[in-house]
């Protein structure tokens, strides 16, 4: 069972748009009673982790590093936490199994596509921006939370 779980754990991670965890009771339904024992296995093995919902509120998004060690992943698995929770190849896992090299241009999908959580801190010097700004070819709009730029439809 091994095979069939981790797989289907990996595929949809990578196969989903916003890079989303596998809900455990979808698992558990495709799986059965035999799921739990051999999770755990996983989990203290490093090659999947749980998002519980109790630091981020989406457990679906893998947001924040780890905060779980895998003991206390593997104990919460017993827990009512579980039922919301959702599962996630580890990034240990997935450097196995990604070829990165297709996303040479595309350096933040890399890094989610290798596991890295959503918010993880990326800083980058803004006077880059200004360019775009400045340029009336370009739609440049933000509102310090989010932001676009896109080319005009002139000048596309």
């Known amino acids: 069972m091994s095979g069939p779980l981790l797989a289907q754990?990996?595929?949809f991670y990578l196969a989903s748009r916003d890079f989303n965890g596998i809900p455990l009771r979808a698992l558990k339904a495709q799986f059965g009673d035999d799921l739990l024992p051999k999770l755990k296995e996983f989990i203290l093995s490093g090659q999947v982790s749980i998002e519980f919902g109790d630091e981020h509120e989406n457990p679906h998004i893998r947001a924040l590093p780890?905060?779980?060690?895998?003991?206390?992943?593997?104990?919460?698995?017993?827990?009512?936490?579980?039922?919301?929770?959702?599962?996630?190849?580890?990034?240990?896992?997935?450097?196995?199994?990604?070829?990165?090299?297709?996303l040479a241009d595309r350096p933040y999908t890399a890094a989610l596509t290798?596991?890295?959580?959503?918010?993880?801190?990326?800083?980058?010097?803004?006077?880059?921006?200004?360019?775009?700004?400045?340029?009336?070819?370009?739609?440049?709009t933000t509102d310090d939370i989010h932001?676009?730029?896109s080319v005009r439809g002139e000048f596309f």
């Not at 905060?67 to 190849?89: F, K, M």
């Not at 990034?91 to 070829?99: A, G, M, S």
């Not at 290798?114 to 440049?140: K, N, W």
């Open 9 to 11: 754990i990996t595929d």
């Open 66 to 102: 780890e905060h779980h060690t895998p003991e206390r992943q593997a104990d919460l698995l017993d827990s009512p936490l579980a039922d919301r929770s959702c599962v996630y190849p580890t990034p240990v896992h997935l450097k196995t199994v990604v070829d990165v090299s297709t």
């Open 114 to 140: 290798l596991g890295e959580p959503q918010l993880t801190y990326r800083a980058f010097d803004l006077s880059i921006l200004e360019m775009y700004r400045s340029d009336p070819r370009y739609a440049y």
């Open 147 to 149: 932001g676009s730029i």
